[in-house]
């Protein structure tokens, strides 16, 4: 599974399976994979093509299995760049919104293709005219409508949790030292150089604190380069993929989770880390102040200001009482999301989206 909107989708369908529902996936394919299978969760999948170009595959293999199979509803699964379903069947619609790239693509590749994705965003309210949209934020709704949407035709629905994948019964010690964790996709425009000059930062107080960086990407080399130009090559540890079970080991052990990133559509990593005991310390941006409850679970710096983050980030670390106060809020809060719930609200929108 891909980053935190595959993730969400996953969880979702998978239940709707359970519930009784045919679920088909569309999607690119990778190395290995069967061109079409069932899955042991009960989705049928089919693929065609790389990645790179989804947008001019999978409309071609939807309309090739809509011709074969009858649906009552397509979810169109909008990350980052719309596929416009509307254009290509009659069926109802249910527009699935993780959040939108907006100006923040320039951020991460070329302007030419930059261009291409921003632009591709720019019809949604009027394509989408007639659907249904499914946000998973505040600040994704909120995006929407100042993009053109009617507000009427949004609903926010929450991502859940897997609890019993966080819940150790015997969970690592915290040692003393400050141990930061970032977890997530290592691409440009999420902006973790920010995290390690914070750590540069952090390291003139706390000489022995150290980075876990979890996740891979594009970026990665450029980011172990920059690790050496601050000193940090002892300090800051780039573990790459890693199973699930030592990301959750790592949260344990972790006393601060920082995200930098400038837009998220809702920023599950924020909730794992959470349910894990970790205060966060995260940018001031759409989806971010959704997930990160400031003063309670949390602190919210401003974006890319690498000595904000410090700041933030000690004032927690010199101050035990408030860091414990803020663990416990964050396990309470995270244990307050359910993927059941958000399986049994997509459930509803696409009984209504058929109708």
């Known amino acids: ?35 079409e299978e ?7 999948y089919r693929r065609r093509g790389h990645w790179a170009f989804s947008n001019f595959n999978v409309i071609p293999l939807m309309r090739d ?17 719309p596929f416009y379903a509307p254009l290509f069947t009659r ?9 939108l790239f907006g100006r923040t ?24 005219r007639r659907s249904m949209f499914m946000a998973i934020s505040d600040s994704t709704r909120d995006d929407l409508v100042r993009r053109g949407v009617k507000r009427d035709k949004i609903e926010v629905v929450h991502c859940g949790m897997d609890h019993e994948r966080y819940q150790l019964d015997d969970p690592p010690t915290r040692g003393t ?10 691409r440009r425009y999420k902006s973790v150089d920010v995290v390690l000059r914070a750590l540069a930062r952090i390291r003139e107080v706390f000489p022995d604190a150290e980075l876990d960086v979890i996740g891979d990407g594009p ?31 790592t949260l344990y052990r972790s006393h601060l989770f920082l995200n930098p990133s400038p837009k998220e559509g ?10 894990c005991g970790v205060p966060v310390v995260a940018s001031r941006r759409p989806g971010l102040v959704d997930s990160v409850r400031e003063g309670e679970t949390g602190l919210l710096a401003d974006y890319g200001d690498d000595a904000d983050f410090a700041a933030k980030a000690l004032q927690l670390l010199t101050d035990p009482p408030q860091w414990r106060a803020m663990s416990e809020n964050a396990i309470r809060w995270a244990r307050s999301f359910s993927w059941d719930d958000a399986a049994l609200a997509t459930e509803d929108m696409l009984e209504r989206a058929r109708r």
């Open 1 to 35: 599974m891909g980053g935190g909107a595959e993730v969400h989708l996953h969880e979702i369908l998978r239940r709707l399976v359970d519930r009784g529902h045919e679920v088909t996936w569309l999607a690119c394919t990778y190395p290995g994979a069967a061109d």
């Open 38 to 44: 069932i899955g042991e969760d009960g989705i049928r």
């Open 65 to 81: 299995e809509l011709s074969k199979r009858s649906y009552d509803v397509v979810l169109e699964d909008i990350n980052k760049v």
């Open 91 to 99: 069926l109802p619609v249910l527009a699935v919104i993780p959040h």
């Open 105 to 128: 693509v320039f951020r991460e590749t070329n302007a030419a293709f930059a261009t291409y994705v921003w632009l591709s965003e720019v019809p949604l309210s009027s394509v989408y």
């Open 177 to 186: 030292a400050p141990r930061i964790v970032h977890l997530g996709r290592l």
């Open 219 to 249: 970026d990665r080399l450029r980011l172990i380069e920059l690790a050496k130009e601050l000193g940090l090559e002892s300090a800051a540890h780039f573990h790459g993929h890693v199973p699930r079970q030592e990301i959750v080991e």
């Open 266 to 275: 809702w920023g599950l990593t924020v909730i794992e880390a959470n349910e």
